[in-house]
Nanobody, 118 residues
Framework: QVQLVESGGGLVQPGGSLRLSCTAS????????MGWYRQAPGKQRDLVAA???????NYADSVKGRFTIYRDSAKNTVYLQMNSLKPEDTAVYYC????????????WGQGTQVTVSS
């Protein structure tokens, strides 16, 4: 019962920046965690970054130091600030919400394309 709406994807040159937004239909503190996954053509969907209701964060090793996840509780929105983008960051990025710590019924956004190319 959580609807997620994503925005912010697009085409950017290597070294550039983008900010992805994910707005939820309910308070982001009513779910255990919010996060971002990405999926490149022919590859599996992998975790990029996540933040829990207590503020704990987790990042994929490949994006540490470049990406930051943060929240705006008043807008029911989580953001992914992506800096120093590389061609290997090219993927469809999906917003994710977990109702519980070990949920097997996650909620997903529609996906937004990020392309890093010169």
């Amino acid at each position: 019962q959580v609807q997620l709406v994503e925005s912010g994807g697009g085409l950017v040159q290597p070294g550039g920046s983008l900010r992805l937004s994910c707005t939820a239909s309910r308070s982001i503190f009513s779910v255990y965690s919010m996060g971002w996954y990405r999926q490149a053509p022919g590859k599996q969907r992998d975790l990029v970054a996540a933040v829990t209701v207590t503020g704990s964060t987790n990042y994929a090793d490949s994006v540490k130091g470049r990406f930051t996840i943060y929240r705006d509780s008043a807008k029911n929105t989580v953001y992914l600030q992506m800096n120093s983008l590389k061609p290997e960051d090219t993927a469809v990025y999906y917003c994710n919400a977990k109702p519980s710590p070990r949920s097997d019924t996650d909620y997903w956004g529609q996906g937004t394309q990020v392309t890093v190319s010169s």
